[in-house]
């Protein structure tokens, strides 16, 4: 199993930017694809980006293509998201999540194994 600590959260103003970090226990952070979800109030879980074991394929949701980048450093133990351009409608709690056996394509919730304990992000107008 991995253990996954995210960080980073905050306020912000509209338009401004935030780096999310999350942070994986163990010597096999390479063997899982890695994925960010965030969850309004009132809202379900949703897919936000992934990335691939090598870090080479990533994927997005729509609504955060050419603002957000995922990136991963597996000697770090690390995965990021690098989040730009932000709205109101990105405020949200922000999990990190591991799948073993799914891939940088792998948006459903039940596809990961493993997730954070989320860290809030509010972006104010």
């Known amino acids: 199993q991995v253990q996954l600590v995210e960080s980073g959260g905050g306020l912000v103003q509209a338009g401004g930017s935030l780096r999310l970090s999350c942070a994986a226990s163990?010597?096999?952070?390479?063997?899982?694809?890695m994925a960010w979800f965030r969850q309004a109030p009132g809202k379900e879980r949703e897919f936000v980006a992934a990335v691939s074991r090598n870090g080479g394929v990533t994927s997005y949701a729509g609504s955060v293509k050419g603002r957000f980048a995922i990136a991963r450093d597996n000697v770090k133990n690390t995965v990021y998201l690098q989040m730009n351009s932000l709205k109101p409608e990105d405020t949200a709690v922000y999990y990190c999540?591991?799948?073993?056996?799914?891939?940088?394509?792998?948006?459903?919730?039940?596809?990961?194994?493993?997730w954070g304990q989320g860290t809030q992000v509010t972006v104010s107008s």
């Open positions: 163990g010597r096999t952070f390479s063997s899982y694809a």
């Open positions: 999540a591991a799948t073993r056996s799914g891939g940088s394509s792998s948006r459903g919730v039940y596809d990961y194994d493993y």
